[in-house]
């Protein structure tokens, strides 16, 4: 049974042997990225990278869906992305309007 599965994703029109199955796979490096900034101060994210990701993340996610063959990989990674970038985006937000902490004015 394992077997056969596998022999299925093997030939599967996005499976390994496709550019389909990797590119998304890749794509995973950028969610896993936004994933390790969740520890970085808000001060220091971009809302242009983060618009960017989130943008892109939804996008994509509808593509998707739409394309034949389905390419499921392709969903979920963009799926994370829009996920990662929104948290991110809220993130930001709330620091710059709704938080008591005041950005330090640099010393002349």
């Known amino acids: 049974m394992a077997a056969s599965k596998l022999q ?14 990797w590119a998304p796979t890749f ?9 390790a900034d969740f520890a970085k101060p808000p001060e220091k994210l971009s809302y242009p990278q983060q618009i960017a990701v989130t ?10 869906t739409v394309i034949t063959p389905k390419n499921w990989n392709l969903f979920s990674v963009n799926v994370a992305m829009a996920g990662t970038g ?5 993130r930001k937000i709330r620091y710059d309007y709704f938080s008591d902490a005041k950005p330090e004015v640099a010393k002349e």
């Open 55 to 64: 943008a892109t993340g939804l996008v994509w996610s509808r593509y998707s």
């Open 8 to 21: 299925a994703l093997w030939n599967h029109p996005a499976g390994p042997k496709t550019i389909h199955f």
């Open 27 to 35: 794509k995973w490096g950028i969610s896993i990225a936004n994933v």
């Open 86 to 90: 929104f948290y991110q985006l809220s």
